[in-house]
């Protein structure tokens, strides 16, 4: 009988250990959960929070960040960002080969502000009155038999190699970028033959220098 009675309470206190045991365990898959699922709150939020302020950039026709998807992968989610790029000047892709290629002819050993400077240049005299139209005519222009840009009528123009800054400072002036000052003209007095140095110094306003370029207009 004594013996029943010890082997009846072991059988208790297996069962009793037991149920804490399960106890226990639903409470750590529980716990184990709820980080995921504030992980999970927290990102809601933040898509939420970058929709209001990135849209509207978007929308609002200028250059600016915006949301364009959210993707829900198990137990991520994930927003993705894109940039729109407006540009003010929309050039065919003639005009915008020949817009580059003649920034790297002439101002291929200057920084990324001198190329953006010689592509101001060009666009400002399309936008001028006392120039051609479009970049192609203002690039390939002739004065009396003599080309607007030495490395047209010297045929470097047609040899360069177009780098990533280049590309870059097209884009920037593209996008209305404009650190001219409304120049029309440079020169490069070092390398320029003095007689049309000397037209420049009458005939134009001088405006500033930048690397081996001084601009007029």
């Not at 936008?127 to 222009?141: C, I, M």
């Not at 010297?154 to 120049?183: C, F, K, P, W």
């Not at 029309?184 to 930048?210: C, E, G, I, P």
Request: proline residues 2%; glycine residues 8%; charged residues 25%.
């Amino acid at each position: 009988m004594y013996k029943k009675a010890v082997g009846l309470l072991m059988l208790l206190s297996f069962l009793l250990m037991a149920c804490v045991m399960c106890v226990r365990g639903a409470d750590a898959v529980r716990m184990s959960h709820e980080p995921m699922q504030d992980l999970r709150l927290g990102m809601w939020e933040l898509e939420e929070e970058w929709a209001g302020k990135a849209r509207p950039a978007a929308d609002s026709g200028r250059k600016g960040l915006g949301i364009a998807d959210v993707a829900v992968s198990g137990q991520r989610t994930v927003a993705f960002l894109v940039v729109e790029q407006h540009y003010l000047y929309d050039l065919s892709d003639t005009d915008l080969e020949v817009l580059q290629r003649i920034v790297e002819a002439e101002a291929g050993n200057e920084d990324e502000d001198g190329k953006l400077l010689v592509a101001n240049v060009v666009l400002n005299r399309m936008n001028s009155g006392l120039f051609p139209d479009t970049v192609s005519e203002v690039v390939f222009q002739r004065e009396k038999g003599v080309s607007q840009f030495s490395p047209v009528s010297n045929g470097s123009y047609y040899r360069v190699h177009v780098s990533e800054e280049t590309v870059s400072a097209v884009e920037r002036a593209l996008m209305g970028e404009d650190i001219s000052q409304g120049a029309l003209y440079f020169v490069a007095r070092k390398y320029a033959d003095s007689s049309k140095v000397l037209w420049f110094d009458r005939k134009l306003t001088y405006l500033f220098q930048h690397g081996g370029h001084e601009f007029f207009k």
